[in-house]
């Protein structure tokens, strides 16, 4: 390797690793407050704590029944995802093989659908359950997040069928496989990565979200980490010593998640931006 190169390595590794710690700075910080109390991070905010306040976190854990709602936060998250995977594929496949203006048009209003704003459904989705007695219910959060969230995948859903070769179909259809065996036998093995993808991102968007179990749940027993973390808190007079152990304990299981299962997110990830 020539010196030029050598050097040019040398700075692009720099630039990499300072990235990297810019990126994780709030992470730190986070963590490294919430083992302050409130009268040391008062006194010096950028300070490191004398002593490791394990007090903050056990308050936060009692007071949130954390196991509880990470339980609450697991449950809906993964049967969304699950739901939405299902039903977003099986409605792009008609969608991804018909050329018809009736199946552009329904494509149209699938991307229609992705554009509108959260907060314009939110009246229509309470008056609707309150209507079917969902509300605070976990049926009536899973149908809700996976109404939201449909539009999306069946978008994302459309793109991947329509690439994969018609041959594969034509030749099923020469083995008499119906509609749904073409599906379920053909097309739908072949949707790893997109599934992978969309899983990611319905994943993160289903946990974070607060405004939709704050507004349809009410049962304490029945909320997310999220709204945990916001009843914990509270939206006045907020102590950092509470702030900040909660944010932790509430990020906790979706980066242990992502720690588990890196390997396979990054693989479907980079599988589905190949395809």
């Not at 990235?19 to 083992?35: D, E, H, N």
């Not at 093995?189 to 704050?214: E, I, K």
């Not at 010593?241 to 909660?246: G, R, Y």
Request: with cysteine.
């Amino acid at each position: 390797m020539t010196p030029m190169r050598q050097i040019r390595s040398i700075l692009i590794h720099a630039f990499v690793l300072a990235l990297v710690v810019t990126l994780l700075m709030p992470l730190l910080y986070m963590l490294t407050m919430s083992f302050r109390t409130a009268t040391e991070i008062a006194a010096q905010p950028l300070g490191l704590p004398d002593r490791l306040a394990w007090e903050n976190y056990t308050q936060a854990f009692t007071s949130m029944n954390y196991l509880r709602s990470v339980a609450n936060s697991v449950g809906i998250t993964v049967s969304v995802t699950m739901l939405t995977a299902m039903l977003g594929s099986m409605a792009a496949f008609p969608l991804a093989r018909n050329s018809s203006r009736v199946a552009r048009g329904l494509i149209m209003l699938v991307a229609l659908g992705l554009a509108t704003p959260n907060f314009v459904t939110i009246t229509p989705i309470f008056v609707i359950f309150r209507e079917l007695q969902l509300l605070d219910t976990y049926l009536g959060i899973i149908l809700a997040f996976t109404a939201l969230n449909l539009p999306l995948a069946i978008f994302f859903y459309v793109g991947f069928i329509a690439a994969i070769p018609k041959d594969l179909i034509e030749a099923a259809k020469l083995d008499h496989c119906s509609d749904w065996q073409i599906f379920w036998h053909v097309i739908r093995p072949l949707l790893g990565p997109a599934t992978a993808t969309l899983s990611l991102f319905v994943m993160l968007m289903v946990w974070n979200d607060f405004t939709y179990p704050l507004l349809l749940l009410t049962d304490k027993d029945k909320f997310t980490v999220t709204i945990s973390v916001y009843r914990f808190v509270g939206n006045q007079n907020i102590q950092p010593d509470m702030l900040f152990p909660a944010a932790v304990l509430g990020s906790l299981p979706l980066l242990i998640l992502f720690a588990i299962f890196q390997r396979r997110i990054v693989a479907g990830v980079t599988a589905g931006a190949v395809k």
